[in-house]
Protein backbone atom coordinates (compact mmCIF):
# COMPACT_ATOMS: atom_id res chain seq x y z
CA UNK A 1 0.00 0.00 0.00
CA UNK A 2 1.09 3.49 -1.19
CA UNK A 3 2.22 5.99 2.16
CA UNK A 4 -0.76 8.27 2.47
CA UNK A 5 0.08 11.95 2.35
CA UNK A 6 -1.33 14.06 4.85
CA UNK A 7 -0.57 17.89 4.06
CA UNK A 8 -0.94 20.62 6.74
CA UNK A 9 -4.52 21.91 6.31
CA UNK A 10 -5.50 19.73 3.78
CA UNK A 11 -8.76 19.14 2.73
CA UNK A 12 -10.26 15.61 2.13
CA UNK A 13 -13.01 13.46 0.59
CA UNK A 14 -13.23 10.77 3.11
CA UNK A 15 -15.50 7.08 2.50
CA UNK A 16 -15.35 3.76 4.62
CA UNK A 17 -17.54 1.19 3.61
CA UNK A 18 -19.25 -1.33 6.04
CA UNK A 19 -17.99 -5.52 6.05
CA UNK A 20 -19.97 -7.04 3.25
CA UNK A 21 -22.15 -3.66 2.58
CA UNK A 22 -24.23 -5.13 5.18
CA UNK A 23 -26.63 -2.32 6.54
CA UNK A 24 -24.87 -1.90 10.36
CA UNK A 25 -25.37 1.81 9.94
CA UNK A 26 -28.75 1.80 8.50
CA UNK A 27 -30.33 4.98 9.77
CA UNK A 28 -32.33 4.12 13.04
CA UNK A 29 -32.08 7.07 15.40
CA UNK A 30 -29.90 4.93 18.01
CA UNK A 31 -27.40 4.06 15.51
CA UNK A 32 -27.46 7.90 14.13
CA UNK A 33 -26.82 9.14 17.71
CA UNK A 34 -23.68 6.61 17.42
CA UNK A 35 -22.12 8.02 14.36
CA UNK A 36 -23.05 11.47 15.23
CA UNK A 37 -21.07 11.25 18.56
CA UNK A 38 -18.14 8.88 17.23
CA UNK A 39 -17.95 11.86 14.35
CA UNK A 40 -17.98 15.01 16.83
CA UNK A 41 -16.05 13.89 19.55
CA UNK A 42 -12.95 12.85 17.46
CA UNK A 43 -12.88 16.18 15.34
CA UNK A 44 -13.18 18.19 18.23
CA UNK A 45 -10.30 16.39 19.90
CA UNK A 46 -7.82 16.30 16.87
CA UNK A 47 -9.37 19.64 15.86
CA UNK A 48 -10.38 18.58 12.52
CA UNK A 49 -12.86 20.86 10.83
CA UNK A 50 -16.08 19.14 9.44
CA UNK A 51 -17.30 20.73 5.87
CA UNK A 52 -19.62 17.69 5.30
CA UNK A 53 -20.68 14.59 5.97
CA UNK A 54 -23.81 11.38 5.22
CA UNK A 55 -24.05 8.15 7.18
CA UNK A 56 -25.72 6.26 4.47
CA UNK A 57 -26.58 2.25 5.62
CA UNK A 58 -23.76 0.75 4.92
CA UNK A 59 -20.89 3.00 4.18
CA UNK A 60 -20.28 7.15 5.00
CA UNK A 61 -18.67 10.62 3.14
CA UNK A 62 -16.87 13.25 4.64
CA UNK A 63 -15.58 16.46 3.43
CA UNK A 64 -12.87 17.40 6.23
CA UNK A 65 -9.85 19.59 6.48
CA UNK A 66 -6.35 18.47 8.60
CA UNK A 67 -5.03 21.53 10.16
CA UNK A 68 -2.32 19.29 12.02
CA UNK A 69 -1.59 16.12 10.23
CA UNK A 70 -4.10 14.43 12.52
CA UNK A 71 -6.85 13.05 10.01
CA UNK A 72 -5.33 9.29 10.68
CA UNK A 73 -5.69 9.66 14.35
CA UNK A 74 -9.07 11.12 13.43
CA UNK A 75 -10.68 8.36 11.66
CA UNK A 76 -8.74 5.28 13.54
CA UNK A 77 -11.12 6.47 16.77
CA UNK A 78 -14.41 7.09 14.76
CA UNK A 79 -14.14 3.94 13.09
CA UNK A 80 -12.88 1.62 16.00
CA UNK A 81 -15.68 3.40 18.51
CA UNK A 82 -18.54 3.29 16.49
CA UNK A 83 -17.68 -0.24 15.56
CA UNK A 84 -17.74 -0.90 19.50
CA UNK A 85 -20.60 1.12 19.74
CA UNK A 86 -22.81 -0.75 16.97
CA UNK A 87 -21.76 -4.19 18.39
CA UNK A 88 -22.52 -3.42 21.65
CA UNK A 89 -25.44 -1.95 21.23
CA UNK A 90 -26.45 -5.38 18.98
CA UNK A 91 -24.87 -7.52 21.28
CA UNK A 92 -22.42 -9.29 19.18
CA UNK A 93 -18.63 -9.09 17.97
CA UNK A 94 -16.87 -8.94 14.58
CA UNK A 95 -16.36 -6.70 12.13
CA UNK A 96 -18.31 -3.77 11.11
CA UNK A 97 -15.90 -1.81 8.89
CA UNK A 98 -14.52 -3.28 5.74
CA UNK A 99 -11.21 -4.35 6.37
CA UNK A 100 -7.93 -2.27 5.50
CA UNK A 101 -8.01 1.37 5.78
CA UNK A 102 -10.02 4.10 4.81
CA UNK A 103 -10.25 5.67 1.35
CA UNK A 104 -8.84 9.72 1.23
CA UNK A 105 -8.70 11.70 -2.02
CA UNK A 106 -7.40 15.28 -1.76
CA UNK A 107 -9.12 18.40 -2.63
CA UNK A 108 -6.98 20.82 -3.75
CA UNK A 109 -9.87 23.39 -5.59
CA UNK A 110 -12.62 25.03 -4.78
CA UNK A 111 -14.59 23.48 -7.74
CA UNK A 112 -13.32 20.03 -6.27
CA UNK A 113 -14.52 21.11 -2.82
CA UNK A 114 -18.01 22.08 -4.56
CA UNK A 115 -18.23 18.52 -6.30
CA UNK A 116 -17.92 16.13 -3.35
CA UNK A 117 -19.83 17.93 -1.36
CA UNK A 118 -22.23 17.85 -3.91
CA UNK A 119 -21.84 14.23 -4.50
CA UNK A 120 -22.14 13.41 -0.53
CA UNK A 121 -25.37 15.51 0.23
CA UNK A 122 -27.14 14.05 -2.62
CA UNK A 123 -26.23 10.37 -1.52
CA UNK A 124 -29.30 9.58 -0.37
CA UNK A 125 -31.22 10.83 -3.44
CA UNK A 126 -28.43 9.07 -5.77
CA UNK A 127 -29.59 5.91 -3.98
CA UNK A 128 -33.28 6.26 -4.96
CA UNK A 129 -33.99 6.64 -1.17
CA UNK A 130 -35.76 10.11 -1.05
CA UNK A 131 -36.48 12.34 -3.41
CA UNK A 132 -34.48 15.35 -2.10
CA UNK A 133 -31.36 14.97 0.76
CA UNK A 134 -33.63 16.97 3.15
CA UNK A 135 -35.87 13.80 3.89
CA UNK A 136 -33.04 11.56 4.56
CA UNK A 137 -33.82 10.45 8.32
CA UNK A 138 -29.97 9.42 8.80
CA UNK A 139 -27.09 11.55 9.94
CA UNK A 140 -26.31 14.49 7.21
CA UNK A 141 -25.27 18.12 6.63
CA UNK A 142 -27.24 20.36 4.50
CA UNK A 143 -26.59 23.78 3.42
CA UNK A 144 -28.73 25.46 5.77
CA UNK A 145 -26.75 23.92 8.79
CA UNK A 146 -23.91 26.54 7.53
CA UNK A 147 -26.67 29.35 8.55
CA UNK A 148 -27.44 30.61 12.73
CA UNK A 149 -24.38 29.16 14.06
CA UNK A 150 -26.08 25.46 13.65
CA UNK A 151 -24.77 22.97 15.89
CA UNK A 152 -25.13 19.34 15.45
CA UNK A 153 -25.35 17.45 18.86
CA UNK A 154 -25.16 13.95 20.07
CA UNK A 155 -25.18 11.76 23.06
CA UNK A 156 -22.33 9.78 24.56
CA UNK A 157 -23.22 6.19 23.69
CA UNK A 158 -23.87 3.52 26.21
CA UNK A 159 -20.91 1.76 25.38
CA UNK A 160 -18.43 4.26 26.91
CA UNK A 161 -20.58 4.60 30.28
CA UNK A 162 -18.39 1.15 31.73
CA UNK A 163 -15.68 1.13 29.17
CA UNK A 164 -14.58 4.48 28.53
CA UNK A 165 -16.00 6.90 31.24
CA UNK A 166 -13.39 9.73 30.74
CA UNK A 167 -15.11 10.07 27.40
CA UNK A 168 -17.34 13.36 27.57
CA UNK A 169 -21.57 12.96 28.00
CA UNK A 170 -22.05 15.17 25.19
CA UNK A 171 -20.76 16.41 21.96
CA UNK A 172 -21.38 19.36 19.78
CA UNK A 173 -19.78 20.78 16.35
CA UNK A 174 -20.67 23.41 14.05
CA UNK A 175 -20.01 23.13 10.13
CA UNK A 176 -16.74 24.88 8.68
CA UNK A 177 -16.86 26.82 5.60
CA UNK A 178 -14.32 24.69 3.11
CA UNK A 179 -10.74 26.61 2.55
CA UNK A 180 -10.59 28.76 -0.68
CA UNK A 181 -14.36 30.37 -0.18
CA UNK A 182 -14.33 33.25 1.50
CA UNK A 183 -17.71 34.46 0.71
CA UNK A 184 -19.93 32.07 3.05
CA UNK A 185 -23.45 33.58 1.29
CA UNK A 186 -22.44 32.80 -2.06
CA UNK A 187 -20.99 29.42 -0.96
CA UNK A 188 -24.02 28.45 0.44
CA UNK A 189 -26.02 29.73 -2.52
CA UNK A 190 -23.82 27.43 -5.32
CA UNK A 191 -24.52 24.60 -3.09
CA UNK A 192 -27.76 25.01 -2.78
CA UNK A 193 -28.40 25.70 -6.54
CA UNK A 194 -25.94 23.23 -7.33
CA UNK A 195 -27.74 20.13 -5.49
CA UNK A 196 -31.53 21.36 -6.71
CA UNK A 197 -29.87 21.03 -10.26
CA UNK A 198 -28.24 17.23 -9.46
CA UNK A 199 -31.23 16.10 -7.59
CA UNK A 200 -33.28 17.25 -10.65
CA UNK A 201 -31.30 15.84 -12.74
CA UNK A 202 -31.57 12.33 -10.66
CA UNK A 203 -35.29 12.59 -10.64
CA UNK A 204 -35.32 12.80 -14.59
CA UNK A 205 -33.07 9.88 -14.72
CA UNK A 206 -35.90 7.82 -12.75
CA UNK A 207 -38.43 8.91 -14.70
CA UNK A 208 -37.19 8.36 -17.68
CA UNK A 209 -36.53 5.04 -16.62
CA UNK A 210 -40.18 4.42 -14.75
CA UNK A 211 -38.73 3.87 -11.82
CA UNK A 212 -40.05 5.59 -7.98
CA UNK A 213 -37.91 6.76 -5.01
CA UNK A 214 -38.51 3.75 -2.15
CA UNK A 215 -39.42 7.11 0.29
CA UNK A 216 -38.84 7.17 4.19
CA UNK A 217 -41.13 4.57 4.92
CA UNK A 218 -39.94 2.12 2.49
CA UNK A 219 -36.27 2.51 4.19
CA UNK A 220 -34.53 -0.65 5.38
CA UNK A 221 -33.56 -0.47 8.49
CA UNK A 222 -32.25 -4.04 9.40
CA UNK A 223 -29.08 -3.72 10.63
CA UNK A 224 -28.32 -7.33 9.91
CA UNK A 225 -29.62 -6.44 6.08
CA UNK A 226 -27.39 -7.79 3.56
CA UNK A 227 -28.01 -7.19 -0.38
CA UNK A 228 -27.64 -8.84 -3.23
CA UNK A 229 -24.73 -7.17 -4.99
CA UNK A 230 -23.09 -5.02 -2.57
CA UNK A 231 -20.58 -3.10 -3.71
CA UNK A 232 -17.06 -4.19 -3.39
CA UNK A 233 -14.04 -2.42 -3.12
CA UNK A 234 -11.79 -1.94 -6.37
CA UNK A 235 -8.27 -2.57 -6.12
CA UNK A 236 -7.64 1.17 -7.22
CA UNK A 237 -7.27 3.20 -5.02
CA UNK A 238 -7.56 7.40 -6.06
CA UNK A 239 -6.11 9.70 -3.91
CA UNK A 240 -6.69 12.82 -5.91
CA UNK A 241 -10.18 14.23 -6.94
CA UNK A 242 -9.96 16.58 -9.88
CA UNK A 243 -12.11 17.43 -12.64
CA UNK A 244 -9.68 18.93 -14.64
CA UNK A 245 -7.91 16.79 -16.94
CA UNK A 246 -4.70 19.18 -16.60
CA UNK A 247 -4.84 19.67 -12.97
CA UNK A 248 -5.36 16.13 -12.29
CA UNK A 249 -2.12 15.06 -14.49
CA UNK A 250 -0.28 17.67 -12.24
CA UNK A 251 -1.36 16.54 -8.78
CA UNK A 252 -1.12 12.79 -9.75
CA UNK A 253 2.76 13.50 -11.09
CA UNK A 254 3.22 15.04 -8.00
CA UNK A 255 2.13 12.51 -6.08
CA UNK A 256 3.86 9.94 -7.25
CA UNK A 257 7.27 12.02 -6.91
CA UNK A 258 6.14 11.98 -3.44
CA UNK A 259 6.05 8.60 -3.05
CA UNK A 260 9.38 8.28 -4.85
CA UNK A 261 10.73 10.16 -2.69
CA UNK A 262 9.22 9.34 0.38
CA UNK A 263 10.67 5.42 -1.02
CA UNK A 264 13.93 6.62 -1.19
CA UNK A 265 13.89 8.15 2.00
CA UNK A 266 12.52 5.17 3.73
CA UNK A 267 15.34 2.94 2.19
CA UNK A 268 17.95 5.06 3.60
CA UNK A 269 16.23 4.80 7.32
CA UNK A 270 16.78 1.22 6.81
CA UNK A 271 20.70 1.27 5.29
CA UNK A 272 21.36 2.68 8.46
CA UNK A 273 21.65 6.87 7.65
CA UNK A 274 20.57 8.79 10.67
CA UNK A 275 18.23 12.59 9.83
CA UNK A 276 16.99 11.49 6.88
CA UNK A 277 14.63 14.00 5.68
CA UNK A 278 11.09 12.94 4.06
CA UNK A 279 9.29 14.41 1.39
CA UNK A 280 6.56 17.06 2.51
CA UNK A 281 3.46 15.74 3.35
CA UNK A 282 5.01 12.93 5.21
CA UNK A 283 3.00 11.65 8.31
CA UNK A 284 4.69 8.60 10.29
CA UNK A 285 8.43 8.46 10.31
CA UNK A 286 8.45 12.25 11.21
CA UNK A 287 5.99 12.10 14.02
CA UNK A 288 6.90 8.69 15.04
CA UNK A 289 10.53 8.09 13.67
CA UNK A 290 12.31 11.16 14.46
CA UNK A 291 12.78 12.28 11.18
CA UNK A 292 12.23 15.66 9.24
CA UNK A 293 10.08 16.77 6.12
CA UNK A 294 11.51 19.14 3.55
CA UNK A 295 9.79 22.61 3.24
CA UNK A 296 6.44 22.87 0.93
CA UNK A 297 7.42 22.42 -2.90
CA UNK A 298 6.85 25.52 -4.75
CA UNK A 299 3.70 25.80 -6.71
CA UNK A 300 1.65 23.11 -4.40
CA UNK A 301 -1.68 24.21 -2.53
Known sequence: MKPRRLLPGGTHFI???TY????RCAPLEEITQIMLFCLIHPANKFKIKIHGFCFMSNHFHLIVSDPHQLLSDFLRWLNLHSAKCINFYLGRKGLIWAPGSFSSQELHYPEDILDKLVYTICNPTQAKAVSQPSEWIGGISLPEHYRNDFEFKAQRPKFFKDNSPTVPESASLKLTIPPMFEDKEAFINELESMIKVRCGEIAEEMKQNDEDFKGIKNICLDLNFKPDNP??????????ACKDKERRKELIDGMIQFWKE???SRQRVLQGVKDVRFPYGTNWWCRYGGMSCHPKPYGLR
Open 15 to 17: TRR
Open 262 to 264: HED
Open 231 to 240: YIDSEIDPRI
Open 20 to 23: EGIY
